[in-house]
């Protein structure tokens, strides 16, 4: 049974670099998942998106969300928090901060001279979520010394291995 994350380490594993699978409630009832770039700031998940994105016209109707952010590679950890969306109008400190987090600062850098305008077409909002309830786990304890020490050279050797 994996371990919960207690709220610190939480906070922790949400300021990290991961990609969310954001949840929203599509016109017949049933669940739309996106997966997209956030930032976690003072227990509030911002999203950056057209705001004729099918994620802001689903939160328009109805705001209720899910948020699914996971490690990639073992051991698994992940966060599912569940909230309430609003849309809001788009941040200046968002549209410098999200890239910057994902691509670092000289990739950043090329993104807004470069790849901005053919990513970023038309006008932009800030989904903002505080989330109502988390559900976390954290299978680093049942992995053994030596499987953790065998997952962090694998990062470094040919994947045929």
């Known amino acids: ?4 994350l207690s709220q610190s380490q939480r906070g922790q594993f949400l300021a990290g670099r991961h990609v969310a699978v954001l949840v929203t409630v599509g016109p ?11 930032l976690f700031r003072d227990g509030v998940f911002y999203f ?14 109805d705001p209720r969300v899910s948020i699914c952010v996971q490690d990639e590679r073992p051991p698994y950890r992940a966060v599912i928090a569940r909230g309430t969306a609003e849309v809001v109008q788009s941040s200046d ?10 691509l670092g600062a000289l990739g950043a850098m090329g ?4 790849a901005r305008a053919r990513v970023e077409q038309g006008p932009e909002v800030t989904l903002r979520v505080r989330p109502e309830r988390y559900t976390t786990s954290d299978f680093s304890a049942e992995t053994p010394a030596i499987g ?9 050797l040919p994947a045929w291995l």
């Open 148 to 156: 953790r020490v065998w997952l962090r050279l694998k990062r470094f």
């Open 28 to 38: 017949d009832g049933s669940p739309v998942p996106t997966p997209v770039w956030y």
């Open 1 to 4: 049974m994996p371990a919960r």
């Open 93 to 102: 400190w968002l549209a410098r901060e999200m890239p910057r987090h994902y």
């Open 48 to 61: 950056r998106t057209a705001s004729d994105a099918i994620k802001t016209t689903n939160v328009r109707r």
């Open 111 to 114: 993104y807004r001279a470069a």
